[in-house]
C-alpha cells in the first residue's frame, strides 16, 4: 500500500518502485461478503479494506493509497481505478482524464455503497464492465472509520437490513456529514487534504434515505442547480441528470428526486433539499465539482438497495465518459465567472414562480388514530400504489447577495481559520509591515443561535450585518486572501458573516460576540451625565428614546448601557467582525 503525502503528488522514483509490486501469482477470492450471503449482510471494515488492498495486489489498474488520519487512529484509504496509469501524473493538473470520486460509509449504517462500490471496482479490474478511458474512478472506502468498528443490528429503526452495520456517529460521535466546512474532525481534514489533491470533476456520496414510504428504490440528490450555477448547473439540470434518470429507467431502475418531506405523505408535493456548504456536495459545489448523493430507500430489501446503486454508478460513469470533454470544461476554473464586483448569493429561498412536474410512484397514506398515543400517525397502504403528478419545487432563487470584493485581510491571530483556509489551498500573502488602509468593516447587527447543541455548536443563523468604510490599520503578519482564484467559492461562503455556513455562524467568531469592558452604575452614572452635558446631539437622542419607548424608559440598566454604548469608553471590538473587506 502506498502512503500519499499531503499535499504532495506521488514521486516518479517511488513510483517506478510501485509498478512491479502486483502478485499476480496469489490468487485471491474476490467474491464480497455481501454476495456470500445473498445480500444480507455488509462487510466489515477489515474485511473492506483487505478486499481493496488485494485487488491492488493483483491489478495494475487498481490502487490503494494510505491517507490521513480519522478520529479513530486509523487513516483514511483513497483506491482508485485508472487502467491507463501513470503513478507520477495520476492526480496532475496536466492530466487528460475526469476524476469521479465515490465517498462511502459517511453514515456507517448506510452501508450500501460500500458494498456496491467493492463489486463496481472489481468488475472494473476484470473488465466485467467496459474500463472507462475518460475517467478516473477515485473511491474512499468507508469514510467514518470509527461510526463502522462501532457495529450493531438496531440502531437504524427505520431500515430493512443488512444484519449489522455501523454507527451513524463517528469515534467522537460526530454525524461527518455536518462537519464539511467547520472541520472539527480529523474525518474531515483528511477529507480535504484528498479531495483539494484530487480534485474531482465529478462527485457521488452513497446515502440510504429516513423519510416517506414510495415505490422507488432509488432517489438521487443532485446538488441544487441554481446554487451550482452558470453553464455547469445548467447541464446539470438539462443534460446530466434527466440522461441518468432515463438510463435507470431503460434498465428497471426507475429513480426519483429526494423526496424531501417528514412524517407526511408526498402527496401535495415538495421541494428540493438545498445542501450549504456543511454538506457533502454542498462542499464539493464551492469548487465546481458535479455532485450528486445517492438516497436508497430504507425499506426495501438490502440486496435490491446495494444493487440499484451498482447500477446508478455504472450509468453516472457511462454519462461522464460520454460527455468527458464537455464536464472538463464546464468544471474547470474560470477566472471570468465569480469577478470583483459581481453580486454573489450566499443564501438561497425556493423560486415560487417555476417548479417542476413528477410522475411520482407512491403508496397511499392516511392518518388514523395511534394505538400507543391516541392522536393520529401516519399510516401507508402498500396495497395501494398510484402514480400522479406532483409538483416538485426545485428552482431556487438568491435571498440574500453580497458583491464580491477584491480581498480579505484576516488578522493573524485568527489562526484556526488561516489554518482551513490553508488546507484548503486558498492562496495567500503576508502583510510585510504595518499599515493603514480604507476598508469595509462588518459589525454584527444581530443574529440568533440554535437553543439546543448542534454538532458541538451552538449554530448561528439570521445573521444580519451593517457595513462601515473606515481607516484601518493592519499588521505585520497578518494575511491577505485575493478572491480572484479557484477557491472563490469556499472563501466567499466562509468568510461572509451572513453566509449560512459562515466561519461566524458556526462559532469560530464568538469571542466578539461577548463584551469584555463594562461599567459599574454607581461609577458610569456621574461620568454618563458629564457625558451627555458635553454631546447635547446624542443626549436628544437619548431623551426621544426615553419618550418613544417605554421599556427603555423603565429600565434603568438599559438607558445606562445605551450611553456607554455611545460613548469612548464602550469597546470598539465588540461585535465588529475581524476580518476585513477591500476592493469590490
Not at 408535493?269 to 456543511?278: I, K, T
Not at 465539482?289 to 445517492?294: A, D, E, Q, R, S
Request: proline share 5%; with cysteine; charged share 25%.
Amino acid at each position: 500500500m502506498k502512503t500519499l503525502k499531503l499535499f504532495f503528488i506521488i514521486t516518479i522514483t517511488y513510483s517506478l518502485i510501485s509498478c512491479n509490486n502486483k502478485t499476480k501469482d496469489t490468487i485471491h477470492d474476490f467474491t464480497t461478503k455481501f454476495e456470500k450471503t445473498n445480500g444480507f449482510e455488509t462487510a466489515t471494515y477489515k474485511e473492506t479494506i483487505q478486499f481493496y488492498q488485494q485487488l491492488a495486489d493483483t491489478y495494475h489498474s487498481v490502487t490503494m493509497y494510505q491517507m490521513g488520519k480519522t478520529d479513530s487512529g486509523k487513516p483514511l484509504h483513497l483506491v482508485t481505478f485508472n487502467p491507463n496509469r501513470t503513478f507520477e501524473t495520476e492526480f496532475s493538473d496536466e492530466r487528460k482524464q475526469n476524476i469521479l470520486l465515490i465517498n462511502n460509509g459517511i453514515h456507517p449504517g448506510e452501508s450500501d455503497g460500500i458494498d456496491a462500490t467493492m463489486m463496481l471496482i472489481r468488475d472494473l479490474a476484470q473488465n466485467k464492465i467496459p474500463p472507462p478511458q475518460n475517467t478516473i474512478i477515485a473511491v474512499i472506502p468507508i469514510y467514518n472509520i470509527g461510526g463502522a468498528l462501532n457495529r450493531n443490528s438496531t440502531t437504524r429503526t427505520n431500515q430493512n437490513g443488512p444484519e449489522e452495520y455501523g454507527f451513524r456517529g463517528n469515534a467522537r460521535n460526530y454525524d461527518l456529514n455536518r462537519d464539511f466546512i467547520k472541520s472539527d474532525t480529523k474525518n474531515s481534514k483528511a477529507f480535504t487534504e484528498i479531495f483539494r489533491t484530487v480534485k474531482p470533476n465529478l462527485f457521488i456520496d452513497n446515502h440510504v434515505s429516513n423519510g416517506a414510504d414510495y415505490q422507488y428504490t432509488l432517489t438521487h440528490l443532485f446538488t441544487q442547480h441554481n446554487k451550482l450555477g452558470g453553464k455547469l448547473g445548467n447541464y446539470l439540470h438539462t443534460s446530466f441528470m434527466p440522461e441518468l434518470e432515463d438510463s435507470l429507467a431503460q434498465k428497471q431502475w426507475d429513480i426519483t428526486p429526494y423526496v424531501n418531506v417528514f412524517n407526511r405523505t408526498p402527496e401535495s408535493g415538495f421541494s428540493q433539499f438545498l445542501d450549504s456548504p456543511r454538506y457533502s456536495t454542498g462542499y464539493t459545489t464551492l469548487f465546481n465539482t458535479l455532485g450528486m448523493m445517492v438516497e436508497t430507500h430504507m425499506l426495501k430489501p438490502y440486496k435490491n438497495r446495494v444493487d440499484g446503486t451498482y447500477e446508478l454508478m455504472k450509468s453516472f460513469i457511462a454519462i461522464a465518459e460520454k460527455d468527458a470533454d464537455k464536464i472538463k470544461k464546464l468544471t474547470s476554473y474560470s477566472s471570468n465567472t465569480y469577478k470583483v464586483g459581481d453580486s454573489y448569493p450566499i443564501s438561497w429561498k425556493i423560486d415560487t414562480l417555476q417548479s417542476s412536474i413528477l410522475q411520482f410512484k407512491g403508496y397511499e397514506g392516511e392518518m388514523i388514530p395511534s394505538k400507543i398515543t391516541g392522536n393520529n400517525r401516519l399510516k401507508y397502504d402498500r396495497a395501494k400504489p398510484f402514480t400522479k403528478e406532483l409538483v416538485y419545487q426545485n428552482y431556487f432563487i438568491p435571498k440574500e447577495e453580497i458583491i464580491i470584493p477584491e480581498k480579505y485581510i484576516i488578522p493573524k491571530g485568527w489562526w484556526n481559520v488561516i489554518e482551513l483556509l490553508k488546507l484548503n489551498k486558498i492562496k495567500m500573502k503576508r502583510v510585510l509591515k504595518d499599515t493603514v488602509i480604507t476598508a469595509s468593516v462588518y459589525k454584527i447587527k444581530s443574529y440568533e443561535s440554535v437553543n439546543a447543541p448542534y454538532e458541538g455548536h451552538y449554530l448561528h443563523y439570521n445573521t444580519q450585518v451593517t457595513t462601515l468604510t473606515e481607516q484601518v490599520k493592519i499588521n505585520t503578519g497578518d494575511y491577505i486572501v485575493n478572491t480572484q482564484q479557484e477557491g472563490v467559492r469556499y472563501i466567499l461562503e466562509t468568510l461572509e458573516p451572513a453566509a449560512p455556513d459562515s466561519f461566524l455562524n458556526w462559532n469560530f467568531f464568538d469571542t466578539i460576540l461577548q463584551q469584555k469592558e463594562g461599567f459599574s452604575p454607581y461609577v458610569w452614572e456621574d461620568l454618563a451625565l458629564e457625558f451627555l452635558e458635553n454631546n447635547p446631539e446624542i443626549k436628544k437622542e437619548f431623551e426621544e428614546k426615553k419618550a418613544l419607548d417605554s421599556g427603555f424608559l423603565k429600565s434603568w440598566y438599559l438607558q445606562l448601557d445605551w450611553i456607554h454604548k455611545k460613548s469612548p469608553n464602550y469597546e470598539e471590538t465588540h461585535l465588529r467582525y475581524p476580518i476585513l473587506r477591500v476592493g469590490g
